[in-house]
């Protein structure tokens, strides 16, 4: 799955070059006023490649004979910011105007990173319009077109309208002393009376909570956790006893307010206390979840159950279900008594590895696929999706600083980097600025492994998908530079650059280097040490065409075969790490889903479809060469349940009214099977907009189907794995899910029962309404 990149800015600093007094006779033409509009970076999301444009407006005059630049962005309410200077020079292409500037980024520590960067205007005018092109030169391979038109007027900002009033008529300040003193009482109240104090109070809880701004509700997995009880007024009764238990603990323990496991203990111990009165007033509020939390209680572990609400090292037992439907009972007791979740994951990431399509590894773990759900008595087929033009496969990688001092170094490569000629040996050399500057150096860096700009963004070093090296790689190339060091925020991120034909292979490897080292190698060079770094990659390629495939299986129906429930996980990944999180987890939980299915012998009324999808992370090509495949059954597909995202346990499901009793069946089914884990399904009516599916941040599979109106309900996902972390990083390997192994395996059944009871049901699984109608067309 791809979460975007971060969206890149560029900040102009003053440089000043003086003109020839030819240029005067250009000025009427190019001075004015203009809005225009540029690139300012890329962002891909599943391979797919989009600039990300903005608006600016240009103040041109001329000065003593010069042209004199004011560059100003327009922020998405119209705003101008601060304005920067810049002095032109003439140029046959037009009038250049050159500056300093800084590209910042935000990592995934949430920091910011800035690198330096020269940028180039070049700019010309024709009567009213504004052409031209602008370059980061330290970054970029081609230059982005600027285009704009001409103002009448000097550029005014829109007034911006004043800040909204709260519902209070004005803004908030600080919590009151009645409200606190309020807020303490609730919580004492309601632990002897839970649903009437919540009816009571609930709203002006709420309401409070969002409110003020010297308390905070911290995330918690606990809150998750009482929000998927098995009844209505459990959940709301705890949910409530939570919110008014954690608020009293923070105005009474202000020093203890940021420690989310004290927070949560307290707010555990005041649900606990509701708990046991409801108990004593009607014994059907029991549950086995809540039990479980007291058990824990009375031998003095509290603090370590609730640990186990973040999904780690839970344990699963061989537990019944409360499912009237016998095929529900086995699939439960088939996964609890016989997890394999973490096998199919164990092959996926530690046997194959990383499974970029186009390599070995994907090849071999689609043809393992097919036939361990064949062995498991599944139709299972494998159909081809496309084909790479350059086979690639990750060999092994290491990298030392061998003087003034050894150490090993931190680095990785993106897929379909050129390996190193065996172990290379180098002196480390910083690399050009500008294209100008590698051209006049171009024999300094002849066996130097060279440090570049720009910061990692896990694609090739020149900005692309697609390996298409720009101007100053060239000049490094034809230099013979061993190589080159760019820096990268840790965990190293590692996506893909490759290449289109054979003949234009990549011989530059592409290093990535952790910050720290990075910073440390520039300084040693600033003070004119001597670095030599030694490198061994073994990346190779292959002649293609590599052709990739989907793997596909089904369960026919008995009653309505040609009715489709299609389950899906793409079967791909980055190749930095091993895929574990993205997506094998996500594959291994399907397929084990399937094996519960069939070896629990489920014979539902309609056909239950698997696909793992190859391709995904480069532009979701196998979802949709199987919606191009398989036309025909699109609309005979009545919802389709991806499987895309961090590990965990599946706790719930949006889902329309009119499904509600088919999903109350998998909420019964799944009931206390778990003391942690559950199931709960949350109703969302308001209807979808399928054209923006392929827009969405995290869009994975799923949303080419949503572009075909077949319904995509999400599952949500309870636990606190640290998706972003790993996330297309050399991070995502498998000891990094194990402890999530009981979530995962969970996430399987639940995924088992949803697809079974969906396919099972008797009523009617309608799309009306899910998707808003499209717009006509203008």
Avoid at 378 to 390: C, I, S, T
Avoid at 763 to 777: D, F, H, L, V
Wanted: contains cysteine.
């Amino acid at each position: 799955m791809h979460l975007l990149p971060p969206h890149l800015y560029a900040s102009c600093v003053l440089a000043v070059a003086a003109l020839p007094g030819t240029l005067y006779a250009q000025t009427p033409a190019l001075a004015g006023h203009w809005q225009f509009q540029t690139a300012t970076g890329t962002t891909t999301t599943n391979g797919v490649e989009v600039d990300l444009i903005d608006t600016g407006i240009l103040d041109i005059t001329e000065d003593q004979g010069s042209l004199r630049a004011t560059i100003s962005w327009l922020d998405e309410r119209g705003q101008l910011t601060s304005p920067r200077t810049v002095n032109g020079t003439s140029d046959p292409a037009g009038t250049v105007f050159r500056h300093g500037g800084k590209r910042v980024s935000t990592g995934r520590s949430g920091k910011e990173v800035s690198t330096e960067v020269t940028i180039r205007w070049t700019l010309l005018a024709k009567g009213d319009l504004l052409s031209g092109a602008r370059l980061v030169e330290t970054d970029e391979n081609e230059p982005k077109p600027v285009s704009g038109r001409r103002l009448q007027a000097r550029y005014v900002p829109p007034a911006l309208p004043p800040a909204p009033a709260t519902a209070g008529g004005a803004a908030r300040g600080p919590s009151t002393p009645a409200e606190r003193a309020r807020v303490l009482l609730i919580a004492k109240e309601a632990q002897g009376d839970p649903l009437a104090v919540q009816q009571r109070d609930g709203a002006w809880l709420g309401a409070w909570i969002e409110e003020i701004p010297d308390f905070m509700l911290p995330a918690s997995a606990l809150e998750s956790w009482l929000s998927v009880a098995s009844q209505t007024a459990i959940r709301e009764a705890m949910v409530f006893q939570y919110l008014a238990s954690v608020m009293a603990f923070q105005i009474d323990h202000p020093d203890q307010a940021g420690q989310q496991s004290a927070s949560d203990l307290a707010g555990m111990q005041g649900v606990l206390h509701a708990y046991e009165t409801l108990l004593r007033q009607d014994q059907l509020h029991r549950s086995a979840k809540l039990d479980a939390a007291l058990v824990a209680r009375q031998q003095n572990r509290l603090p370590a159950f609730l640990a186990t609400l973040s999904g780690r090292d839970a344990d699963i037992e061989a537990t019944p279900s409360p499912s009237g439907d016998a095929t529900a009972r086995r699939i439960v007791a088939l996964g609890t008594s016989e997890p394999r979740a973490m096998d199919w994951l164990d092959i996926l990431s530690n046997r194959f590895g990383g499974r970029m399509a186009g390599s070995d590894a994907y090849t071999h773990a689609a043809q393992w696929a097919r036939m361990q759900l064949q062995q498991w008595g599944v139709q299972a087929e494998l159909e081809e999706v496309g084909d790479m033009p350059v086979g690639f496969n990750r060999g092994p990688w290491s990298g030392k600083m061998v003087a003034p001092q050894e150490q090993p170094l931190r680095m990785a490569t993106p897929a379909y980097t050129a390996g190193t000629r065996g172990v290379q040996q180098g002196l480390a050399i910083m690399g050009p600025a500008t294209l100008e500057e590698a051209q006049q150096r171009a024999a300094q860096f002849k066996g130097k492994w060279v440090l570049i700009g720009g910061e990692n963004s896990g694609g090739g070093r020149d900005g692309k998908a697609i390996h298409k090296p720009r101007a100053i790689t060239q000049v490094l190339m034809e230099a013979g530079a061993l190589g080159t060091i760019q820096s990268g925020e840790e965990p190293l991120y590692t996506a893909s650059a490759a290449p289109t034909t054979w003949a234009a292979l990549p011989t530059l490897p592409d290093i990535k280097l952790a910050a720290p080292q990075y910073a440390d190698i520039r300084q040693r060079l600033a003070r004119s040490e001597s670095v030599t770094l030694e490198f061994d990659i073994r990346n190779w390629f292959y002649p293609g065409p590599v052709t990739y495939h989907n793997v596909v299986a089904r369960i026919p129906g008995t009653e309505k075969p040609e009715e489709i429930v299609l389950i899906g996980a793409h079967l791909d990944s980055f190749d930095g790490g091993t895929g574990a999180a993205d997506n094998g987890g996500g594959v291994a939980t399907m397929l084990e889903a399937m094996r519960l299915l069939a070896l629990s012998e489920a014979k539902p009324r309609r056909s239950i479809m698997l696909v793992a999808f190859g391709a995904e992370e480069i532009g979701r090509k196998g979802s949709f060469a199987f919606a191009e495949r398989h036309a025909g059954e699109l609309n005979n597909i009545v919802m389709m349940l991806n499987r895309d995202g961090r590990p965990g346990a599946i706790d719930g499901i949006a889902i329309p009214t009119a499904w509600k009793n088919v999903f109350g069946r998998v909420e019964r089914a799944l009931q206390d099977i778990h003391p942690v884990f559950g199931f709960a399904t949350s109703i969302h009516d308001a209807p979808r907009d399928a054209s923006k599916a392929m827009n969405a941040r995290a869009g994975s599979d799923d949303a080419v189907f949503s572009l075909h109106g077949v319904p995509t309900p999400k599952f949500t996902v309870l636990g606190d794995f640290d998706y972003a972390r790993v996330h297309h990083t050399v991070r995502d390997t498998y000891e990094n899910v194990l402890p999530f192994r009981s979530a995962q395996q969970y996430a399987a059944i639940a995924i088992a029962l949803t697809a079974y009871e969906v396919a099972n049901a008797p009523e009617e699984i309608s799309r009306n309404g899910y998707y808003r109608a499209a717009s006509p067309a203008k």
